[in-house]
């Protein structure tokens, strides 16, 4: 059985960088993109960094230049490095693991990890 476990949230001042993990136990994922989505209160969720197998990523444009996302295949890991953190960052932040392309619903989504709060704090 396929889980995906993220750390690295936590309450961070205007303007950090902290770095997001997700790991995957169980079958391997490596032919699976993945995509770590945020949900706010109040708001849609959005998907805003996109990693296919071969690392071609893609971001939504409320955090392109600010967010990094990458992938360890030895460690079945993916990363989401967030920097120039501001109060608007502040969400629940799931990782996901899909077959389908960068604008693929959430729906499409086969596996999700349980998410971590980064709280960005003015």
């Given at each position: 059985q396929v889980q995906l476990v993220e750390s690295g949230?936590?309450?961070v001042q205007t303007g950090g960088s902290p770095r997001?993990?997700?790991?995957?136990?169980?079958p391997t994922l490596?032919?699976?993109?993945?995509g770590w989505f945020r949900?706010?209160?109040?708001?849609d969720g959005q998907v805003?960094?996109?990693i296919n197998s071969i690392g071609r990523t893609v971001y939504a444009d409320s955090v392109k230049g600010r967010f990094t996302i990458s992938r360890?295949?030895?460690?079945?890991t993916v990363?989401?490095?967030?920097?120039?953190?501001q109060?608007?960052?502040?969400?629940?932040?799931?990782?996901?693991?899909t077959l389908r392309g960068f604008g693929a619903p959430a729906r499409d989504y086969d596996y999700w990890g349980q998410g971590t709060q980064v709280t960005v704090s003015s």
């Amino acid at each position: 059985q396929v889980q995906l476990v993220e750390s690295g949230g936590g309450l961070v001042q205007t303007g950090g960088s902290p770095r997001l993990s997700c790991t995957a136990s169980g079958p391997t994922l490596r032919s699976y993109a993945k995509g770590w989505f945020r949900q706010a209160p109040g708001k849609d969720g959005q998907v805003v960094a996109y990693i296919n197998s071969i690392g071609r990523t893609v971001y939504a444009d409320s955090v392109k230049g600010r967010f990094t996302i990458s992938r360890d295949n030895a460690k079945n890991t993916v990363y989401l490095q967030m920097n120039s953190l501001q109060p608007d960052d502040t969400a629940i932040y799931y990782c996901a693991a899909t077959l389908r392309g960068f604008g693929a619903p959430a729906r499409d989504y086969d596996y999700w990890g349980q998410g971590t709060q980064v709280t960005v704090s003015s």
